[in-house]
């Protein structure tokens, strides 16, 4: 029963996405008051019935209820209950549906913290936002129904979840990292609205640019638990693969980190407005070709799940229908957009603006290499794959020249600045970088690494401009705390974040160039010596989990000076799929894991074991954190309260002020 | 020239610059950095080049898996039931990897014909095929080989 009265929650829940697609919009158009005030309430309606669907599925899924056909399929009795719970969006048919969830969560945000936008204003965003919707929810009702049944044969033991998702990171990772895909929709919807309106001031870049922030702050959060994932769960020590999926999303992260820069110019000096515009329709595009790439099966990947062509084409065409009906609206609003600003090339819009660039490109090449082997395909050229030294060919000069121009952006001016006063401020700051830079790898390996001097000197020039530049601004005020109080919490923000960019390189380059890693057959009582530990295999043992039998080997791992630690890796075999499973056992530092994990028996007694040692792996983790916490960050500011408080004039004086 | 011209000017010229830069890299990073995939079949009619990055996908042959005893070598032989490759590898293979079941090995052919195996992928769950591999074996079958 319950099932079935969500699946009837789910179609109310359509109803009131088409009656929010249209009605509000049809009233912004005729200026009807009564049609445009009905949108919050559509809004929320149609966030609490996809609720009341998650709902029913999710009793489903605890309650073991195996004549719906996907529980049947993804989970079992024998599995833990916050697994059962999160098993409802470990599947295809789940996930769309908490992909609804999130985006109806989303569009009543807007609805309840917009209420001082203009009417017309909010109608028209909640209006686009819910004819997304009408199309997810199309899409799950019609090729991905979740309430499915298996009657009248109602198996009595579900075939379990893939034990590779049986992780808290399962838990976490879909809906964080759906919170910042969906929530750029709320930047596209603020874009189309704006685009619809004709009133392409500033005002719109001040009202989404909290929503962009915490919508990336999001996405930012998502992917590093993915990739955290991927690292002790994979099993093999990887934490990032260039993999289609991770591309999926960290397209719309690139994409998106120029759209966050981009949307400050045009809320603080009015400038690159159709650019900022055309860069939210292509973020939120981004995120639907995600989507797309995902959930239609057309790629090898850890995250397809069993295909089914016809989503697929759903989906394409829904994507055609978004991407094509708002570059049209685009290109028919668009031009009107004579900005009369200047700004000289040595200024703050111009180091924005190449970080735009960068960013852009960036996202661009990846979304070459990902789609490359799907365009082949289609052509009949052939099968390819394009492998990760492609990506960080690519990619890495690409970040490697914009952290010169980070170092800049803080400290720099907007309209004009000068070369002189840069170098007045930002010599000590360089030469410190420089210094430090070679200093390091001599200091910690004893040899001279090119990528690793590359990186810290990067990396500290980063932080040295920025304590500078946090120096420059509170030395005027009367004392140090005053000059820190003063400055607003967008700018910590930033600083935040670009903090967490640089702690984030850091840890990506050092872990590549210093980690040691070993494959090699060991026995109990053998022991090995890698990067000054010495690992030693004393047992193994059998050990029985709540649904599954493992092996566990149990090694000490010693070194001088420090007391030993012992880690104890698994295979596992797990009961109701009879699949194996690795789990890699992993002593965390804050400047290097140990990380030990079985491979397969060899011979009598003897197991092919994989031994890493990975300096500052932790900081790639650590500084998405920061880069995730300084968007969250930046959203508290109180200019955006002020802001919306009183929407209509605050705008008028953007308008009129930089000019 | 106008400074609203000459600002243009620089951009224009710096986007150019910078994007044929980036282009540049593009082509270079694809250059020996993407490999195609051959059905067991095209390798044993020789269509696949040996000594360069390709991947092969198949099943892997009930009884063909040896391991050595002593090191982390490692041979089996991938079928598309119309003809066999035999791979060669040395490591730890993935959880999913057994006899019977859908593999694709990334690696380049020796002169004898055999895939010297860098990396070799298994499906991660029970339903899942890898697409080429269910190419594969559906083009196999639809050429009259049944397995």
């Known amino acids: 029963m319950i099932p079935e009265l969500g699946h009837l929650a789910l179609i109310i829940a359509l109803c009131m996405a088409l009656s929010l697609a249209l009605l509000p919009l049809w009233g912004s158009w005729r200026n009807h008051y009564h049609a445009m005030s009905m949108a919050p309430s559509l809004a929320l309606g149609m966030c609490v019935f996809t609720a009341l669907s998650f709902t029913a599925l999710a009793l489903a899924f605890v309650g073991d209820d195996f004549s719906v056909a996907l529980v049947a399929n993804h989970s079992n009795r024998l599995l833990p209950g916050a697994f059962k719970f999160s098993a409802v969006w470990g599947n295809h048919e789940g996930s769309l549906l908490l992909w609804v969830l999130v985006l109806s969560l989303w569009t009543s945000a807007v609805a309840l913290f917009s209420t001082q936008l203009p009417l017309p204003v909010l109608a028209r965003v909640l209006s686009v936002m819910g004819f997304i919707s009408v199309g997810f929810l199309l899409f799950s009702l019609f090729t991905s129904n979740p309430f499915l049944r298996t009657l009248p044969a109602i198996p009595t033991e579900g075939n379990d979840l893939n034990p590779l998702l049986q992780d808290i990171g399962l838990v976490i990772h879909p809906p964080v990292l759906y919170m910042g895909y969906v929530g750029f929709s709320v930047a596209f919807a603020f874009a189309i609205a704006a685009l619809l309106g004709g009133r392409l001031d500033a005002s719109w870049a001040r009202w989404s640019r909290p929503w962009t922030n915490t919508a990336w702050a999001f996405l930012s959060l998502g992917i590093m638990l993915g990739s955290w994932w991927a690292y002790y769960e994979l099993g093999w020590g990887g934490w990032w693969f260039w993999d289609p999926v991770e591309n999926a999303s960290f397209m719309p992260w690139l994409a998106g980190t120029a759209l966050v820069h981009s949307l400050a110019v045009t809320e603080k000096r009015g400038l690159f407005k159709s650019w900022t515009l055309l860069l939210a329709i292509l973020t939120f595009s981004l995120s639907l070709l995600g989507t797309f790439l995902v959930r239609s099966g057309v790629l090898t990947s850890v995250h397809a799940f069993a295909s089914d062509p016809s989503r697929g084409v759903f989906i394409l065409l829904f994507l055609a229908l978004v991407v094509g009906g708002s570059l049209t609206l685009y290109a028919l609003r668009a031009p009107a957009l004579q900005s009369r600003i200047r700004f000289a090339v040595l200024s703050r819009e111009s180091l924005l603006l190449f970080n735009n660039l960068v960013f852009l490109v960036a996202t661009l090449t990846v979304l070459f290499g990902t789609l490359f082997p799907l365009l082949m395909d289609a052509l009949g050229q052939g099968k390819y794959s394009v492998g990760p030294p492609y990506f960080n060919i690519v990619f890495l000069p690409l970040m490697a020249v914009a952290m010169p121009m980070m170092g800049l952006g803080p400290i720099s001016r907007w309209k004009q600045d000068s070369a002189q006063r840069w170098r007045r401020e930002l010599l000590l700051p360089m030469a410190a970088a420089l210094v430090v830079g070679a200093l390091f790898p001599s200091l910690y390996q004893g040899s001279f690494n090119p990528a690793a001097t590359l990186a810290v000197v990067l990396s500290s020039w980063l932080l040295l401009s920025m304590l500078k530049d946090c120096f420059v601004r509170t030395r005027s005020a009367r004392g140090f705390i005053a000059g820190v109080r003063r400055q607003p919490l967008g700018y910590y923000g930033m600083m935040c974040a670009h903090l967490g960019f640089a702690v984030c390189v850091l840890g990506v380059v050092l872990t590549s160039q210093y980690a040691v890693e070993k494959d090699l057959k060991m026995s109990p009582g053998e022991q090995f010596e890698l990067a000054g530990y010495r690992f030693q295999f004393d047992e193994l043992a059998a050990v029985e989990g709540p649904n599954y039998l493992a092996e566990e080997g149990r090694f000490s791992v010693h070194r001088e000076g420090l007391p030993p630690f012992k880690l104890s890796p698994q295979k596992r075999r797990y009961l109701a799929s009879g699949q194996i499973m690795t789990e890699a056992a992993i002593d965390a530092g804050v400047f290097r894991d140990i990380f030990i994990a079985l491979g397969e028996p060899i011979g009598e007694h003897a197991w092919a074991v994989r031994l890493h040692y990975k300096p500052f792996v932790r900081w790639i983790w650590g500084g998405a954190i920061l880069i995730a916490f300084g968007g969250f960050l930046s959203v508290t500011d109180r200019r955006y309260r002020r802001a919306v408080r009183s929407g209509a004039s605050a705008s008028v004086l953007v308008e009129h002020g930089p000019a | ?147």
């Open chain 2, 1 to 147: 020239m106008h400074p609203v011209r000459k600002q243009r000017l620089w951009a224009v010229v710096f986007i150019v610059v910078f994007s044929s830069l980036a282009a540049g890299l593009v082509g270079y990073g694809l250059r020996g950095n993407i490999n195609l995939f051959f059905p067991p079949a095209e390798v044993a009619a020789g269509l696949a080049p040996a000594g360069q990055p390709i991947r092969v996908g198949g099943m892997v042959v009930v009884g063909s898996v040896e391991r050595s005893t002593d090191s982390l070598q490692v041979r089996f032989a991938v079928t598309d039931y119309q003809a066999t490759v035999k791979v060669e590898y040395e490591g730890i293979l993935p959880d999913l990897f057994a006899e019977g079941e859908g593999v694709v090995a990334a690696g380049a052919l020796d002169e004898r014909g055999v895939l010297r195996a860098s990396e070799v992928l298994a499906k991660h769950d029970e339903n899942y095929m890898p697409p080429e591999v269910a190419d594969a074996l559906l083009k196999a079958n639809t050429a009259g080989v049944t397995p």
